[in-house]
């Protein structure tokens, strides 16, 4: 087989991988999207479950002991360059446009990349947004399966060149749960936290 036969190979299978991992995606999308409000989906869907992890203090904690409040749920990574920083500050803003009402709210971040998050470093980095942010990490079994359960997607990529050896492809969906833990709405990436702060008003 000579060079240039192997490179076409090559490249259709790189490109192959790549529309299954958009069409992946763009499923999640289209399957969250059945309705909006102010920037969020709305609708009755199974998303959340159950899970047990550990926060920033090193506590075990389940699902359980958010019960009573409204949660906002994110995953992301403490070393995601931008969507996670900018997702987390929305967050921040829309938990000040709360007021007193934020102590209904729950904000949790769970992490993608639980082999470097360890609760010390999740600690360090939800702090530096808002005092009322709590970071979640666990075995990677853990994070698995409550990413399975609210539909998230995420997957390592190798970075070339870089002291990081790698990040996290995933999906940038922001869940608002009712005190239950039940699914009420998602943000995308682009809600503000104007609409965030809103709807979470509504559900209170």
Known sequence: MNTAFRGLIRGLAIAAVAGVLVFAG?????????G???????????IGG?????????RTVSDK???????????????????????LQTVAIALDEL?????????????VDPERDTPA?????????????IGLTGTPEQIAAVAKAY???????????????????????LYLMNR??????????????EEIAKRVKSAL
């Open 151 to 173: 539909r998230v997607y995420f997957q390592k990529v190798k970075l070339a060149n870089s002291s990081l050896d790698y990040s996290v492809d995933h999906s940038g969906f």
């Open 99 to 111: 007021g007193a009402a934020a102590s209904e709210v729950a904000p949790i971040l769970i992490t």
């Open 50 to 58: 159950s899970f047990s992890l550990v926060d920033q203090n090193g």
């Open 26 to 34: 763009f499923g999640i999308v289209s399957w969250l999207e059945g």
């Open 36 to 46: 909006k409000q102010d920037g969020a989906g709305i609708g009755e869907v199974s």
């Open 180 to 193: 239950d833990g039940k699914y009420l709405a998602h943000f995308r990436h682009n809600a503000t936290p």
């Open 121 to 133: 470093a999740m600690k360090e980095y939800v702090q530096a947004f808002h005092e009322r942010l």
């Open 65 to 87: 002991d958010y019960r009573g409040k409204l949660q906002l749920v994110y995953f992301g990574f403490t070393s995601c360059p931008d969507i996670c920083p900018t997702a």
